[in-house]
């Protein structure tokens, strides 16, 4: 099973970086590594890899690591590809996406009439 692993490196020079996705990428079942964070200090691991291990050997050949997130990479995945919730009654469902009701003149009694000017609320 695939998890997505997040270290955060306390020393986040340039050359601390380079190391730490060097010793990152040669450890056995790995599948990705990425750097992210807005100063570039979190290594992103995804793969088949003991978290804690992976710490401990950033924390001996880099310096400072801290384990931030352990979870599964396919998960995080489904949940991005849910399609957004509808905005009320004037969208349409359709198989996984949402359109706009092509019936619906805007009004918010319900009355979906094909003419605005015979609403009861207007």
Known sequence: MA???????ETADAKSRSKAMELVAAAGG?????LAGDDKSQVVVVGDVDSVKLTNAL???VGPAVL???GDAKKKEEEKKKPPAPAGPFMVQYPGYYYPNPHHHGCG???NGERPDTCSIM
């Open 59 to 61: 924390r001996k050949k």
């Open 68 to 70: 931030v997130e352990v």
């Open 30 to 34: 790995v599948v990705s590594v990425a």
């Open 109 to 111: 009694c319900g009355c």
């Open 3 to 9: 998890q997505k692993i997040v270290i955060k490196l």
